[in-house]
């Protein structure tokens, strides 16, 4: 069965910074474009970044310059690096294929306050 894990969330200071890891199954991880989406209640979940198998990738105009999406096709890992946090980034961050055609995972939660 496809499983996505999400982790690495949690409550930062303004400025600050996370590393999110998203673990998948082999089967679906290494023949796929990977991306990290995020949700705020009340919102459709919108694209972060995502990353071809072969490494191009793309970013979100909102979080350009600021984060930084990376995979590991031996580990079946897709990671995001989220540098200069702003309290708009917070968010469920979730992980999936693009297009998300996967079952989703149960994301983790990033919090950005002072």
């Known amino acids: 069965q496809v499983q996505l894990v999400e982790s690495g969330g949690g409550l930062v200071q303004p400025g600050g910074s996370l590393r999110l890891s998203c673990a998948a199954s082999?089967?679906?991880?290494?023949?796929?474009?990977m991306g990290w989406y995020r949700r705020t209640p009340g919102n459709q979940r919108e694209l972060v970044a995502r990353?071809?198998?072969?490494?191009?990738?793309v970013y979100a105009d909102s979080v350009k310059g600021r984060f930084t999406i990376s995979r590991d096709n031996a580990k079946n890992t897709v990671y995001l690096q989220m540098n200069s946090l702003k309290p708009e980034d917070t968010a469920m961050y979730y992980c999936n294929a693009y297009p998300s055609f996967l079952p989703w995972g149960q994301g983790t939660q990033v919090t950005v306050s002072s």
């Open positions: 990353i071809m198998r072969g490494g191009s990738i």
């Open positions: 082999g089967s679906i991880f290494s023949g796929n474009t």
